[in-house]
């Protein structure tokens, strides 16, 4: 099958300042191709390792992406070593990316600089594919069979994340045109609640009997829970997607509610759908939390036609003034309590008046808690038209991860209480 | 100097469903301690693989560190490649570690499971390092010089991220212990309000002016700005350090109030550094961001100590109701203006009794936006004790990007406008 490598470049991925997003992203699409990425890597920005590992990269794979280096400023230095891995000595203009280059300046009312302007200029061994997201052409090579054994293709992309992956689908475009890929499928289910070793205990039997040429793959993440994806390589479409769906099917009897998607999805979303289907309305007050659950329930686009709007309660008189808890059940019970979770939940959702309403209430650290409630509880609330409800979740981790769990959890406690 | 190299493994990240932060982190701390970072790689849950890519590294670096491969489900296979790598035949049991699981799943009140136990168990050619926060012991493999050239030591970490971070100064402090270090010095300092190739322009003559061994590096991030990072390698450490404060502080004649900060920073970090040391308070008003910027306030320890809380007003009559804007002034002005931005903000201060508040509305996208004020424009209100401060910004990213740049801009507004 064909296999791809990706390669980051750049200083600033090397010594740890910012995060390599594109790989992942670029590795997913590919994947969806019917590609195996058969490995990741970041170098640094330098000459003689950039044209080293790009040859290695070239020999053992059909397709090499790379991303970085690109930049207008001084530490780049990526398109020289690409001129000379593909024999060129003279650099051309690429008019398209120069007059977008001048518009997208212009209207960020910036000047165009000689920097800006050598952007536009590749060698003249590539082609070129319009970068319409940034200054950055992206440069294809194509190098004949005689190169490095089988014909090879190398994609030059920008590494500005919004770049790369607003540019992705045209050099997948490029990719899909100019290949004769085989098949991949993979299918993806949400589930929340369980623990990673829990869970593959709970599906032991039902893991042991798959398929030998199916792959299940674990996927944990504080915000989703564990997603669990069963992948086939290769072999026929139609017929890999039935086997795969019969094993889901046999999957979801085993694990019932402990899946609230059958798709790479988030909780967040899954709210989305289920109040944009029924009509209904949400609104969310949180302490702890601290914003964390309105910043994840406002990502999904379309979120204004449900979602209201919420309180973040951090200071006591806040949540007395503002959501109308009373002062004596603060007193009585402490901030952390059910009691003030579902005084919360209630009073965000009489103030904004929508159909159901979250609320947390907790300890995400460092320092606080007390000796019922240790550093790392929350209790949460769920005000719906049935009632309200509450739960309590303990976590063990450090002040944002616990605040991700905290938010997940109060996420996934609304799903579990609202119609669907 | 030494040198070291990064390896992740797991299909998770190869197949691009999870984004690698390990790396970086990993890569932070051993540049704090001179080391250099080769290269970073990812590669699959695939035995040759495994040992082939290690042995290649391990050749090239005198450190490397892996991250994965070890969680107790099926596909996790590194501790066998490991056990070969190393020649050993024979596992044994790590009693800490097990102590550990048997805590760890307890407290969590989940039974201790055959495939929990199996990972206490190690190969018997490794020293182990106990991970304190989670169930896979790290694993240290010394091997003498004569089997790669120089002595090589693999440090082979957990992959969850929140494990990989808290367990990681026990590896630094081991590394340490080990080698004798060369020296290395970074000085960052953050900017924001201008792009990277405009500050670079602006930067020109200073950069060209730097002596060889420095080395500038531009790190945009839409959270946090550029920041702008100096950094010489080798040499007498004092020395290095007089020299960087050097050229930082010619830069700083250039720059002026572009910077907001002389070390690796954000904005919410150094808002609640002045509102600590001056003992002032503060408060938000959300439209658009959603809550993205009380998230970021309160992803700083410490932050309740000044952040009284937010309203996150998505719906419109949530801005007349709880944040008292005057309907007659979004029917004249539109929801999205100088005039709302003010009410919100002045709305939300006298809501919580807060010395400042800063306050957000605007077209995140996508969809909305008119012809006056497109999708991508925010207006931002500032109130202070010396009156109530507003200012548009605009943008042409998609939603997640907009909501990003919104809160920072707001953030950036917010803190010009705060007394130091």
Chains 1, 2 share one sequence.
């Not at 600033?12 to 994947?31: C, F, P």
């Not at 499928?185 to 893991?207: D, F, N, P, Q, R």
């Not at 094993?247 to 759908?273: V, W």
Request: proline share 4%.
């Amino acid at each position: 099958m064909t296999t791809a490598s990706i390669c980051t470049i750049g200083d600033e991925i090397l010594i740890g300042q910012i995060v390599d997003t594109n790989s992942s992203e670029i590795s997913r699409e590919l994947g969806a191709l019917g590609i195996k990425i058969s490995r990741m890597i970041s170098i640094g920005d330098d000459h003689d390792e950039i044209i080293d590992t790009l040859v290695k990269e070239l020999k053992n794979n059909e397709i090499v992406v790379t991303t970085g280096g690109l930049g207008p400023t001084k530490d780049d230095i990526t398109k020289a070593a690409l001129a000379e891995l593909s024999g060129s000595t003279r650099y051309v203009e690429h008019e398209a990316q120069l007059s977008k280059i001048h518009e997208i300046l212009s209207a960020r009312g910036l000047d165009v600089l000689d920097i800006n302007r050598q952007q536009a200029m590749v060698p003249d061994t590539c082609e070129v594919i319009l970068n319409k997201w940034g200054t950055a052409p992206i440069m294809v090579f194509r190098f004949p069979e005689e190169r490095f054994g089988h014909p090879a293709t190398l994609y030059s992309m920008p590494g500005v994340p919004f770049e790369t992956t607003n540019a992705l689908p045209d050099v997948v475009e490029d990719i899909r045109s100019h290949n004769t890929l085989t098949s991949i499928y993979h299918k993806t289910v949400m589930t929340y609640g369980m623990a990673e070793s829990a869970l593959s205990k709970k599906i032991e039997a039902w893991e042991d009997a798959l398929p030998e040429d199916m792959h299940l793959a674990y996927l944990p993440s504080p915000l989703t829970g564990v997603r669990l994806r069963l992948s086939i390589y290769g072999g026929n479409k139609e017929d890999e997607e039935r086997r795969v769906d019969e094993q889901i099917a046999k999957l979801k009897d085993i694990l019932g509610d402990l899946i609230y998607s059958e798709r790479d999805d988030t909780l967040e979303n899954a709210i989305g759908n289920i109040l944009k289907k029924t009509g209904k309305t949400l609104s969310a007050a949180e302490s702890c939390t601290g914003g964390e659950i309105s910043h994840l329930l406002t990502t999904v686009p379309g979120s204004s036609s449900y979602y209201l709007g919420s309180v973040t309660s951090y200071a006591i008189p806040v949540k007395e003034k503002v959501l109308g808890v009373p002062a004596s059940t603060i007193r009585e019970h402490g901030v952390v309590s059910s009691e003030v979770a579902a005084a919360m939940a209630e009073g965000v959702r009489k103030l904004t008046g929508s159909d159901y309403s979250v609320a947390t209430t907790g300890f995400a650290g460092p320092g606080g808690g007390d000796e019922r409630y240790p550093e790392g509880t929350v209790w949460v609330g769920v005000s719906t038209p049935k009632g309200t409800f509450t739960k309590m979740f303990q976590y063990h981790n450090d002040r944002k991860r616990n605040i991700q769990r905290f938010a997940a959890s109060a996420l996934h406690f609304l799903l579990q209480n609202m119609e669907k």
